[in-house]
């Protein structure tokens, strides 16, 4: 058990809908990451937040957002779902800064949109 | 892109062998490299990690190789076993303006044969 808590496990949803997924990371970690895992783009870095404030951005659409919020837990907020953001979307969270120490991933949450 | 994650390689090795698992990375200023062990169902697990300041590190029946020169990891596994089939995956630090992400390989499917 990584200590990393998603939820939910699985999300059905059609398309135009709003989603929001949840994340509680390890105690003590303050940095948060989101990622997303596909089968045809692999495991796909879309943003980072630490303590509270957005650090780092990948190839996250403007369609999703996120925050981290006073407690450290962190939400990814996809609205607008097309078929093509089905995938799996893994939280990852790390101790102060990252720099040089592991993520420690949760066991995603997997969104289906039809 | 950065994760190219279409057709991934398979390694198919009998139960008790070893299992060499090799990648190749992309940015010759990562210092800091980390092999995770994916389960179906489950997210990513660290197994080890070795920074660009050493060229072999050893854990428990895992040894990873680092050759800086041609930009290539490798992951050995002592005396494979049935709970070692999994996805694995090599991934490299990248350092970004304000924060940072890891950068994940394709990854390689194991498969121990009993």
């Known amino acids: 058990d990584s200590g990393v808590t998603q939820t939910p496990k699985h999300l059905i949803t059609a398309t135009g809908q709003r989603v929001t997924l949840r994340c509680s990371p390890r105690s003590g970690d303050l940095s948060v990451y989101w990622y997303q895992q596909s089968l045809d783009q692999g495991l796909q870095f879309l943003i980072q937040y630490y303590n509270g404030e957005e650090r780092a951005k990948g190839n996250i659409l403007e369609r999703f957002s996120a925050q981290q919020f006073p407690d450290l837990h962190s939400e990814l907020n996809l609205s607008s779902l097309e078929l093509g953001d089905s995938a799996l979307y893994f939280c990852?969270?790390?101790?102060?800064?990252?720099?040089?120490?592991?993520?420690?991933f949760g066991n995603g949450t997997r969104l289906t949109v039809t | 892109g950065e994760s190219v994650g279409l057709h991934l390689p398979t390694l198919s090795v009998q139960e008790g062998d070893n299992s060499i698992i090799n990648c190749a990375y992309s940015?010759?200023?990562?210092?800091?490299f980390i092999w995770y062990k994916q389960e179906s169902g489950k997210g990513p697990q660290f197994i080890i990690d070795?920074?660009?300041?050493?060229d072999k590190r050893q854990g428990q029946r895992v040894t990873v190789l680092l050759n800086k020169t041609v930009k290539h990891l490798s992951l050995q596994i002592a005396a494979t076993q049935p709970g070692d089939s999994a996805v694995y995956f090599c991934a490299e630090y990248s350092f970004m303006e304000y924060g940072n992400k890891l950068v994940f390989g394709a990854g390689t499917i194991l498969r121990v044969k009993s």
């Open positions: 070795i920074r660009s300041n050493m």
């Open positions: 990852a969270s790390s101790v102060v800064g990252a720099v040089n120490s592991p993520l420690h």
């Open positions: 940015n010759s200023a990562s210092d800091y």
